[in-house]
């Protein structure tokens, strides 16, 4: 039961994994301040926890494996399979890869790495012809990017949640969070009137049903996230 056999050790599939969504969020995002790098270590840690234990050491199916074989005893725990831990534990007995957590999933990683390139298309061309960025999906909340990271992120739990990446999810949230206050200050401090006009609009993380999508054009020097 405890001998993983070629199911995990797979240490290059680990750092490939990393390394391919890394290098493609990274190209989508384009870090600049040390903020903005800060922001996006964060992300590449959790990419990298999740990864090391879907093909490197699977160290939750080890901490849990008597409470999971107690609860389910037809399951060998340490085939690869068996670390999509909610198809498991729901009983579904088809390929995980199909099953309904791993297709939301895709919809979720799918949704975050769209929400992250279409962001940065916005605010890169308002930062070119020097204005508020606020069209896209910067007229529905302010902080896309960072949503579109929070997505990424659940969705990745969705399949295959580790007790380190859980643990860390509601820290990067909570970071996240303050970053993007920390920003707002920021952009509030520079651009006065026509930054507290779109922030008194536009929610922050989570769009409003039915909001009129922010119409603001006021000329404004951006950088990331809290100057849009």
């Known amino acids: 039961m405890t001998d993983t056999g070629a199911s995990y050790g797979l240490w290059f599939l680990v750092f490939v994994n990393s390394a391919v969504f890394i290098i493609f969020a990274l190209s989508f995002f384009k870090p600049q301040t040390a903020r903005d790098w800060r922001s996006f270590g964060a992300f590449s840690a959790f990419i990298v926890a999740l990864f090391a ?3 490197g050491f699977p160290l ?8 999971l074989q ?5 399951i060998d725990w340490f085939a690869h399979d068996s670390g999509h831990l909610p198809e498991m534990i729901m009983g579904w007995r088809t390929n995980p890869h199909f099953g309904p957590f791993h297709l939301l999933s895709f919809l979720l990683v799918g949704a975050g ?4 390139s279409v962001a ?6 308002a930062q070119r012809q020097g204005r508020l960025a606020s069209t896209g999906p910067y007229a529905r909340i302010r902080h896309p990017q960072y949503a579109a990271f929070i997505l990424i992120m659940a969705g ?5 949640p580790t007790l380190l990446t ?4 509601p820290v990067l949230v909570w970071m996240y969070v303050r970053l993007a206050r920390s920003e707002e200050a920021d952009s509030r401090a520079s651009f006065g009137e026509a930054w507290e006009r779109y922030a008194a609009s536009v929610p922050a993380f989570i769009p409003q049903k039915n909001a009129p999508p922010s119409r603001s054009s006021s000329r404004v020097r951006g950088s990331k996230e809290g100057e849009t």
């Open 166 to 169: 859980l643990a860390m999810f």
């Open 60 to 67: 939750t199916i080890f901490v849990l494996s008597g409470w």
């Open 113 to 116: 790495f769209w929400l992250l």
């Open 70 to 74: 107690s609860h389910w005893p037809g």
């Open 156 to 160: 990745f739990l969705v399949q295959w």
């Open 120 to 125: 940065w298309h916005h605010l890169w061309t």
């Open 53 to 55: 234990e879907m093909y």
